[in-house]
């Protein structure tokens, strides 16, 4: 569905007048019903990748595919295609907020599609209704509402007009608990229905459970791509654990590295020295272990 050959974007900073390579010969696929994640430290090229996908940034080099067609810049009726192809929920959702209403918002891609009014409505009640908002906000301004609300509304109008490749940018950001296991569930939803879903997130935590794939993107280049089945293959814990930010992979590492004998530091007490010693024992299984002076994790669920 989407597939990207040897990508290179080169940003000006505007004000330092520096070139940045924002992306760096960048390889990567999304099939239908596959959903991938994009993990990486802010600066790495995440909303850069997706914006190219959204056939919103000139490449600098390489070729970009969607659907099996190859985008090319300034094509106005292939921007017509695409926008009824992708569907995209922005980092900042207030930056592309538009209209004066939820209701307009959330239809506006329908509408631009030329949809007829009736079946847009209907588009946007659906699209609501999956990302779990009040139709009470249909007349709402979307600039006055919560930042989780915001989210939920950048979401229903990449969803509203049912694209078969979505690209989600960090859509958890700004979420309370249940909003974000509300998230996790359309994803995968979307994804039993056959769409591509390529999703940035800071935290491989939170795309546990959905995602078929990992791409790990450092300053601009692909690192690494995991395959992230349950279980974890061998070795790609360490390699995915610098991503684990509300601890859920690093726990359940520590657990089992105890369980098979090897002393880790706690990472919730020692982070760096923990992710340390455990890239030491990937690089090197025989390697000593650090000296234990944490205890060892309590038995049971954490
Ligand atoms: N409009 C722009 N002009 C110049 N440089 C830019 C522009 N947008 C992004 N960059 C640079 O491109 C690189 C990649 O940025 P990008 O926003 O894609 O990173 P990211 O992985 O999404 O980060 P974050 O996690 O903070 O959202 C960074 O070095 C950034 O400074
Ligand atoms: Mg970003």
Same mark, same amino acid.
């Given at each position: 569905m989407l597939a990207l050959r040897d990508?290179?974007?080169r940003l000006i900073d505007p004000e330092t007048g520096v070139a940045v390579n924002a992306l760096d010969s960048v390889f990567m696929e999304v099939e239908k019903g596959e959903a991938v994640v994009l993990v990486g430290e802010s600066g790495a090229g995440k909303t850069t990748l997706l914006s190219v996908a959204a056939g919103l940034i000139r490449v600098t080099a390489g070729s970009v595919f969607v659907g099996g067609r190859e985008l090319t810049w300034g094509d106005r009726g292939q921007d017509r295609w695409l926008r009824a192809k992708v569907g995209? @929920?922005?980092?900042?959702p207030e930056r592309s907020f538009f209209a004066t209403t939820v209701r307009e918002e959330v239809g506006l891609t329908a509408s631009l599609l030329g949809? !007829?009014? !009736? %079946?847009?409505? *209907?588009a946007v009640e659906r699209a609501l209704s999956a990302v779990g908002l009040s139709f009470n906000l249909l007349d709402r301004s979307p600039f006055t509402l919560s930042g989780g609300e915001k989210r939920r509304v950048a979401l229903a109008a990449a969803l509203a007009h049912e694209p078969e490749l979505l690209l989600l940018d960090e859509p958890e950001v700004?979420?309370? $608990?249940?909003?974000?296991?509300?998230?996790? !569930? $359309?994803?995968? %939803?979307?994804?039993? !229905?056959?769409? *591509?879903? $390529?999703? @940035? =997130?800071h935290d491989v935590d939170a795309a546990m459970g959905w995602a078929d794939r990992c791409v790990v993107l450092k300053k601009g280049r692909v690192a690494d791509t995991l395959a992230l089945t349950d279980p974890w293959p061998e070795g790609a814990g360490a390699r995915l654990a610098p991503y684990s930010w509300d601890y859920t992979l690093l726990r359940r590492i520590y657990r089992e590295a105890h369980a098979r004998g090897w002393t880790l530091p706690d990472p919730h007490r020692? %982070?760096?020295?923990?992710? @340390? *010693? $455990? =890239?030491? %024992?990937?690089?090197n299984p025989a390697a000593p272990g650090e000296a234990e002076d944490f205890p060892k994790p309590m038995e049971g669920p954490q």
């Open positions: 990508v290179s974007v995209v @929920a922005f980092q900042f949809w !007829e009014p !009736e %079946r847009v409505t *209907a700004g979420m309370d $608990l249940r909003g974000q296991k509300h998230v996790r !569930e $359309l994803i995968q %939803r979307l994804k039993n !229905e056959g769409k *591509a879903l $390529l999703v @940035a =997130t020692a %982070r760096d020295r923990f992710l @340390a *010693a $455990l =890239t030491a %024992r990937a690089k």
